[in-house]
Nanobody, 116 residues
Framework: QVQLVESGGGLVQAGGSLKLSCAAS??????MGWFRQAPGKEREFVAS????????VYSDSVKGRFTISRDNGKNTVYLQMNSLKPEDTAVYYCGAGPAIRYFVSWGQGTQVTVSS
């Protein structure tokens, strides 16, 4: 069973940037990515990246502002978030799984709060 540990969340003003990291306890030959969940809302897809890093997918709400990347040597996936908006406020969850939007392993989540 793989363990995923997120870090990098915090409080930032609108227009600012944050970089999230997700470290896996072992090497994963699978897709990895991020979902988020705001209070009172369902968990929604944010971004994902294939094992080789050649295929990335983003939700329309973050396209052009967020960038996902991975370092397989460090078993880590990253989410660079720029031009943050208050509506980006949520708990961000790292996941891993067999499909680009289907994850079976999850981290515990990291809070991102964007103030206006």
């Amino acid at each position: 069973q793989v363990q995923l540990v997120e870090s990098g969340g915090g409080l930032v003003q609108a227009g600012g940037s944050l970089k999230l990291s997700c470290a896996a306890s072992k090497q994963l030959f699978s897709n990895m990515g991020w979902f988020r969940q705001a209070p009172g809302k369902e968990r929604e897809f944010v971004a994902s990246i294939s094992w080789t890093g050649t295929n990335t997918v983003y939700s329309d709400s973050v396209k052009g502002r967020f960038t996902i990347s991975r370092d397989n040597g460090k078993n880590t996936v990253y989410l660079q978030m720029n031009s943050l908006k208050p509506e980006d406020t949520a708990v961000y969850y790292c996941g891993a799984g067999p499909a680009i939007r289907y994850f079976v392993s999850w981290g515990q989540g990291t809070q991102v709060t964007v103030s206006s």
